[in-house]
């Protein structure tokens, strides 16, 4: 079993800056990719931001490109997601997930890969 808690999210207005973060337990956490999912109300949930378990790789959603920036800290067992020039269309809930991964440069986009999800963290983004 892995648990995940999110941290970070709050409420900003639109060209604000928020950081989110993730802590994992349970598992050596190096044996994991880890990704950043969101869900808008009404809206299914989408692909963020995702990294390989050695940071090698990462991969972003076309509206996260050159916006957010995902990083990961093994030794500290936490991913982070950086989130600069918010926009209105960023609120949502934050998902952290996580999955085994056997090779260290492979990052996923589907959620439904996932074995382990936190329990989400809340971003506003206002006009």
């Known amino acids: 079993q892995v648990q995940l808690v999110e941290s970070g999210g709050g409420s900003v207005q639109a060209g604000g800056s928020l950081r989110l973060s993730c802590a994992a337990s349970g598992r050596t956490f190096d044996n994991y990719a880890m990704g950043w999912f969101r869900q808008a109300p009404g809206k299914e949930r989408e692909f963020v931001a995702a990294?390989?378990?050695?940071?090698?790789?990462?991969g972003y959603a076309d509206s996260a490109k050159g916006r957010f920036t995902i990083s990961r800290d093994n030794a500290r067992n936490t991913v982070a997601l950086q989130m600069n020039s918010l926009k209105p269309d960023d609120t949502a809930v934050y998902y952290c997930?996580?999955?085994?991964?056997?090779?260290?440069?492979?990052?996923?986009?589907?959620?439904?890969?996932?074995?382990?999800w936190g329990q989400g963290t809340q971003v506003t983004v206002s006009s």
């Open positions: 997930a996580a999955r085994r991964a056997y090779t260290s440069s492979t990052y996923f986009r589907e959620a439904n890969t996932y074995d382990y």
């Open positions: 990294i390989s378990t050695g940071s090698s790789r990462t």
